[in-house]
């Protein structure tokens, strides 16, 4: 992900042979994923039997096989994308601003194979009764979040139903920030690799970056406590936060609640540094009004409705990163048309990311084995190279 800010995408070093594409990456990355692939990897995307790759063959049957491989990367208009990349270059980091989802964006969708917990869904009571509640809500509702065929005004109201049953439930159910800080420690949780140093590199250079998350800010404060040990004082978290009594027990939320279809700069108002809440208070302090006026915009999120998260911001050029990390097959062709670029989990994130460093990409001629196979031809170079960790 550091890439993205230092590269601002340059092309990827593929070939395409008799209906296949063929993309080259180090053999230690090779065996570091193999064993991953066959969660992610749909049968469109195949290797060789050689020793050199890995052994996993086309499949017959393809629920994806007249999709366009050219919409798992970056969408249609790639003019329009490199014109992006050039205005922003060239009014340099001073007009740069960063605006982030949280869970599923900046955190990882699959950890080990498993479905990653969200900072709502990391969440333990200590109550069985009010978690078991909390999950149903979950399994009925998340999957209209996601659903291609609810429009999006129902699926408005669906949310902020969901999101206020659920806070309440929190309240209800006697939370604690104990409990929340044990949650955080046993949680499923992590960030994507890089994160951390593309924080790093946008506060050396004193780019801000606002998180807007529909989860619990005070939850995102605890797995960056935990997970990162560290605070950056360019960054600000609007998201759902909570107030709790003197002996720590949840008794309120503050300000409107922010659910996944309702995020906007409008709430900006909401949002707190957090260095603050680290104790840590040297370095800037990015008022409201200066970030207003940094008019370009690198947006990183995994929903569609996170497009909105720029709302109210008078940008002048705005790059659109897309993180689709489940339903695929329905949501596809929706996020190439929102996004200037699309991100989809493990492998296929791997050879988007191999895309912004060409000089580790090399073509090699497709092998006997796999004429015919109308996919991708993955191939393991025996080189070792230096190499950021394998995104997921």
């Not at 366009?68 to 990349?85: A, E, H, M, V």
Request: aromatic residues 8%.
């Amino acid at each position: 992900m550091i890439m993205i800010l230092k590269r601002l995408l340059s092309t990827m070093n593929s070939h395409r042979v008799q209906g296949s594409t063929i993309v080259s990456i180090p053999l230690h990355l090779a065996n570091a994923i193999s064993q991953q692939l066959h969660h992610f990897l749909p049968s469109k995307y195949c290797c060789t039997s050689s020793p050199r790759v890995w052994n996993r063959c086309c499949s017959a049957q393809n629920k994806m096989e007249n999709q366009d491989l050219s919409k798992f990367t970056i969408k249609g208009d790639p003019q329009s994308l490199q014109n992006k990349i050039s205005q922003i270059r060239m009014a340099g980091p001073s007009k740069l601003q960063v605006i982030a989802d949280f869970d599923g964006t900046l955190t990882r969708y699959f950890i080990n194979g498993s479905r990653g917990q969200s900072s709502h869904g990391l969440l333990q009571q200590g109550n069985p009764e009010y978690d078991a509640k909390r999950q149903a809500l979950y399994e009925y509702y998340h999957p209209l979040e996601f659903s291609p065929t609810v429009p999006l005004e129902e699926k408005t109201k669906l949310m902020e139903e969901w999101w206020g049953k659920t806070h309440g439930l929190l309240i209800e159910g006697g939370l604690t920030y104990d409990a929340i800080k044990k949650s955080v420690s046993n949680a499923l949780i992590a960030f994507r690799d890089g994160v951390v140093k593309l924080f790093e590199f946008l506060e050396e250079r004193d780019i801000p970056v606002l998180i807007f998350s529909a989860g619990l800010a005070d939850i995102i404060e605890e797995v960056l406590r935990q997970k990162v040990h560290k605070s950056f004082k360019n960054i600000k978290i609007v998201s759902n936060r909570m107030v709790f009594d003197k002996d720590g027990h949840l008794v309120s939320f503050k300000g409107k609640t922010i659910h996944s279809l309702n995020k906007n700069e409008h709430a900006l108002d909401m949002a707190a540094p957090l260095h603050e809440h680290f104790g840590d208070t040297d370095g800037p302090n990015y008022d409201n009004a200066s970030v207003k006026n940094r008019t370009n915009v690198l947006l990183l999120g995994d929903h569609i409705g996170d497009l909105g998260m720029s709302d109210g911001l008078k940008y002048e050029t705005r790059i659109s990163v897309g993180f689709l990390n489940d339903n695929i097959e329905n949501n596809l062709d929706n996020y190439r048309n929102a996004f200037d670029i699309v991100y989809l989990p493990t492998m296929l994130a791997l050879l988007v990311y191999r895309r912004l460093s060409p000089p580790q990409l090399q073509i090699q001629p497709l092998e006997a084995s796999t004429s015919g196979c109308n996919g991708i031809l993955v191939v393991a170079d025996d080189e070792e190279v230096s190499t950021p960790s394998i995104p997921s």
